[in-house]
């Protein structure tokens, strides 16, 4: 962990459930609530929201891994860069159905809340569309 | 002289009780390995959210119109304790010890002249407080994590203690739970939620990575505020259910140790009651061939 190569980051990503990656990177980009985020060595210190969307991890000029999250925090120093995600699946690992099944679902129930549920309502939509358009790449 | 038939009966009640506490630590055992792995999994997301809220804290800190969940009311006249025991028992000295860290920390509120409230997660807590804090508890939730505990759950406590502490129900929140260290020890840990505390006390044995050296400044996207509006509530959802996970694994762990030890003193009474029976009824059958040779040599 201490290994300061200067060519790469530390990036961790955490979900509530697990640690789901550890490992330096050589970049990685972070859709961030107001803007995707590139981090590489050497960035600024940041802590910023993360929208629903997909981590791209690159190596060598190249998309290595992608990676769904359905939302969360990020905090990036000049060597390390942790998002902390409510849920993350990998890209390959979506079902494309499931996941249009579940955007259906927090449609509905979108449509039904209650005014202390509509917020809450409307985060499960904006998670699952994320959901749907990270399956639509998978396919790519 | 005890009797023979009253002994058996006794020896095979043991029996059967010694089976029933050998499954139950066969079941706990089985539900402390699941346990411990979801909270060894979780600790990493906990530790680096309250990180990340710590750098927060730290630039936010000092500053007008801080977020009341992190800077607190201002007093700290009411104390809420929320503490965490199990829905059921049998599991030694897991429920009251969390009992006990209740009540003391009620009874020093209380001498220093402070209001207590109580908020209990389990019934087996709830069931005994209730008898000696009636009024202070001011609600409890049971029957979390019957399969397994889920975020939401955790996030069903959090909300309803934000909305407490938004309608000014108290000033200070406190979470106690049972921290799990092995499935011998657990350790009982009172943890500050509101206002938000840095825990850098908190002797935790995760793998620091290097420190950033110098506290950076950082950059905030949004701004600090709404990160803050974001965070705040999340982080306590989320150190609620790093709680709950650390009180299942616990209970699991206290409860197989106890079963364990009943199973091991079943034992015991068993092979002691075995060797009463034994010498009973070899004093029986000495005492009839006494009658009978006596009998023989009457004639």
């Given at each position: 962990?201490?290994?300061?190569?200067?060519?790469?980051?530390?990036?961790?990503?955490?979900?509530?459930?697990?640690?789901?990656?550890?490992?330096?990177?050589?970049?990685?980009?972070?859709?961030?609530?107001?803007?995707?985020?590139?981090?590489?060595?050497?960035?600024?210190?940041?802590?910023?929201?993360?929208?629903?969307?997909v981590i791209d991890i690159h190596e060598g000029?190249?998309?290595?891994?992608?990676?769904?999250?359905?939302?969360?925090?990020?905090?990036?120093?000049?060597?390390?860069?942790?998002?902390?995600?409510?849920?993350?699946?990998?890209?390959?690992?979506?079902?494309?159905?499931?996941?249009?099944?579940?955007?259906?679902?927090?449609?509905?129930?979108?449509?039904?809340?209650?005014?202390?549920?509509?917020?809450?309502?409307?985060?499960?939509?904006?998670?699952?569309?994320?959901?749907?358009?990270?399956?639509?790449?998978?396919?790519? | 002289?005890?009797?023979?038939?009253?002994?058996?009966?006794?020896?095979?009640?043991?029996?059967?009780?010694?089976?029933?506490?050998?499954?139950?630590?066969?079941?706990?055992?089985?539900?402390?390995?699941?346990?411990?792995?979801?909270?060894?999994?979780?600790?990493?997301?906990?530790?680096?959210?309250?990180?990340?809220?710590?750098?927060?804290?730290?630039?936010?800190?000092?500053?007008?119109?801080?977020?009341?969940?992190?800077?607190?009311?201002?007093?700290?006249?009411?104390?809420?304790?929320?503490?965490?025991?199990?829905?059921?028992?049998?599991?030694?000295?897991?429920?009251?010890?969390?009992?006990?860290?209740?009540?003391?920390?009620?009874?020093?509120?209380?001498?220093?002249?402070?209001?207590?409230?109580?908020?209990?997660?389990?019934?087996?807590?709830?069931?005994?407080?209730?008898?000696?804090?009636?009024?202070?508890?001011?609600?409890n939730v049971a029957g979390l994590g019957r399969?397994?505990?889920?975020?939401?759950?955790?996030?069903?406590?959090?909300?309803?203690?934000?909305?407490?502490?938004?309608a000014g129900e108290f000033d200070v929140c406190?979470?106690?739970?049972?921290?799990?260290?092995?499935?011998?020890?657990?350790?009982?840990?009172?943890?500050?939620?509101?206002?938000?505390?840095?825990?850098?006390?908190?002797?935790?044995?995760?793998?620091?990575?290097?420190?950033?050296?110098?506290?950076?400044?950082?950059?905030?996207?949004?701004?600090?505020?709404?990160?803050?509006?974001?965070?705040?509530?999340?982080?306590?959802?989320?150190?609620?259910?790093?709680?709950?996970?650390?009180?299942?694994?616990?209970?699991?762990?206290?409860?197989?140790?106890?079963?364990?030890?009943?199973?091991?003193?079943?034992?015991?009474?068993?092979?002691?009651?075995?060797?009463?029976?034994?010498?009973?009824?070899?004093?029986?059958?000495?005492?009839?061939?006494?009658?009978?040779?006596?009998?023989?040599?009457?004639?």
């Amino acid at each position: 962990m201490t290994d300061t190569n200067v060519g790469t980051v530390e990036f961790e990503l955490v979900s509530p459930a697990k640690l789901l990656v550890s490992e330096p990177v050589e970049m990685v980009v972070v859709p961030g609530a107001e803007g995707d985020i590139g981090v590489l060595p050497g960035h600024s210190p940041l802590i910023a929201t993360v929208r629903p969307g997909v981590i791209d991890i690159h190596e060598g000029g190249k998309v290595r891994d992608r990676i769904f999250v359905g939302g969360g925090f990020a905090e990036v120093s000049s060597e390390r860069c942790t998002v902390l995600a409510e849920e993350a699946t990998p890209v390959d690992e979506i079902d494309r159905t499931i996941a249009e099944a579940r955007l259906i679902e927090a449609k509905e129930k979108a449509d039904v809340a209650d005014e202390t549920g509509v917020a809450e309502a409307a985060r499960q939509v904006a998670i699952a569309e994320g959901l749907v358009a990270a399956a639509g790449l998978a396919g790519d | 002289m005890p009797n023979l038939k009253d002994l058996k009966i006794r020896i095979d009640s043991v029996k059967s009780t010694q089976k029933i506490t050998s499954a139950m630590k066969m079941v706990a055992a089985a539900k402390l390995r699941r346990a411990q792995e979801s909270v060894e999994a979780a600790r990493p997301y906990a530790v680096r959210m309250e990180r990340m809220l710590g750098s927060l804290a730290q630039s936010v800190g000092g500053t007008e119109g801080a977020p009341k969940l992190l800077a607190g009311t201002g007093a700290e006249e009411t104390h809420l304790l929320v503490a965490f025991t199990a829905d059921r028992g049998l599991c030694g000295g897991f429920n009251s010890s969390i009992v006990r860290q209740v009540r003391t920390m009620i009874m020093n509120l209380k001498a220093t002249g402070k209001t207590a409230k109580v908020f209990c997660v389990g019934r087996k807590g709830h069931d005994v407080l209730k008898r000696e804090f009636s009024a202070e508890i001011i609600d409890n939730v049971a029957g979390l994590g019957r399969r397994g505990i889920e975020y939401h759950e955790a996030a069903g406590v959090a909300n309803t203690i934000t909305e407490l502490f938004e309608a000014g129900e108290f000033d200070v929140c406190t979470i106690v739970f049972n921290r799990f260290q092995s499935a011998m020890t657990q350790i009982v840990t009172p943890q500050q939620l509101i206002p938000f505390e840095s825990a850098n006390s908190g002797a935790e044995e995760e793998e620091t990575p290097a420190d950033d050296g110098p506290k950076a400044v950082y950059i905030f996207e949004p701004e600090e505020d709404e990160i803050l509006a974001d965070l705040l509530p999340r982080n306590l959802a989320v150190q609620i259910f790093q709680a709950l996970l650390e009180s299942s694994a616990s209970e699991h762990g206290a409860r197989m140790t106890a079963m364990d030890n009943a199973t091991r003193n079943a034992g015991e009474m068993i092979d002691g009651l075995t060797l009463t029976y034994n010498r009973t009824r070899q004093a029986f059958i000495t005492k009839e061939l006494i009658e009978i040779i006596s009998g023989a040599e009457a004639l």
